[in-house]
T-cell receptor
Framework: AQTVTQSQPEMSVQEAETVTLSCTYDTSESDYYLFWYKQPPSRQMILVIRQEAYKQQNATENRFSVNFQKAAKSFSLKISDSQLGDAAMYFCAYSRYGNKLVFGAGTILRVKS | DGGITQSPKYLFRKEGQNVTLSCEQNLNHDAMYWYRQDPGQGLRLIYYSQIVNDFQKGDIAEGYSVSREKKESFPLTVTSAQKNPTAFYLC??????????FGNGTRLTVT
């Protein structure tokens, strides 16, 4: 079974600085999807970024970018110019076909002003 | 506006009672999902449905049941057989070539 590991239960970043959240996963498949979701205190799940494994280029969405290392099965999220609104729980997720997602345990991100 | 509606936001029940959580979507999505979230853990898949009148067990289906009689609706029943029902429950839906879209969740407390 596929597993997703987020080794950082909590992270802190100063406003305007950059932070990287780590994620590793285990799969025997060569084609799959990876996601980062944000869950603010409202508990609404918000898609931050998506990566398709067959694409070698790292996905970017404004201040959010990923470092996808397929051979190492690593999928880290970089948040640049951190803002107070970035404070949330961040989940890394894996999916073989883009539907049933397997989630990591999450990383709480705190942003200091 | 299109979206997923979960109701109620908070639900309280006595131990031994069955309880049904509502999930309605107007996004015209074929697939719908139920996830459970516990503190310190990620979301875990309970049940999913790819099409009306069909559904499959996820990773933690014991003590739960679902139905999918309409495309828009995917209610989840938490039965008395579920040993630790207190949790946050999230419903999601997915259309073709679109990411998973989540509802706002229902917090169930069983005492």
């Amino acid at each position: 079974a596929q597993t997703v590991t987020q080794s950082q239960p909590e992270m802190s970043v100063q406003e305007a600085e950059t932070v990287t959240l780590s994620c590793t996963y285990d799969t025997s498949e060569s084609d799959y999807y990876l996601f980062w979701y944000k869950q603010p205190p409202s508990r609404q799940m918000i898609l931050v970024i998506r990566q398709e494994a067959y694409k070698q280029q790292n996905a970017t969405e404004n201040r959010f970018s990923v470092n996808f290392q397929k051979a190492a099965k690593s999928f880290s999220l970089k948040i640049s110019d951190s803002q107070l609104g970035d404070a949330a729980m961040y989940f890394c997720a894996y999916s073989r076909y883009g539907n049933k997602l397997v989630f990591g345990a999450g990383t709480i991100l705190r942003v200091k002003s | 506006d299109g979206g997923i509606t979960q109701s109620p936001k908070y639900l309280f029940r006595k131990e031994g009672q069955n309880v049904t959580l509502s999930c309605e979507q107007n996004l015209n999505h074929d697939a719908m999902y139920w996830y459970r979230q516990d503190p310190g853990q990620g979301l875990r898949l309970i049940y999913y449905s790819q099409i009306v009148n069909d559904f499959q067990k996820g990773d933690i289906a014991e003590g739960y049941s679902v139905s999918r009689e309409k495309k828009e609706s995917f209610p989840l029943t938490v039965t008395s057989a579920q040993k630790n029902p207190t949790a946050f429950y999230l419903c999601a839906s997915k259309g073709f070539n679109s990411p998973l879209h989540f509802g706002n969740g229902t917090r169930l407390t069983v005492t």
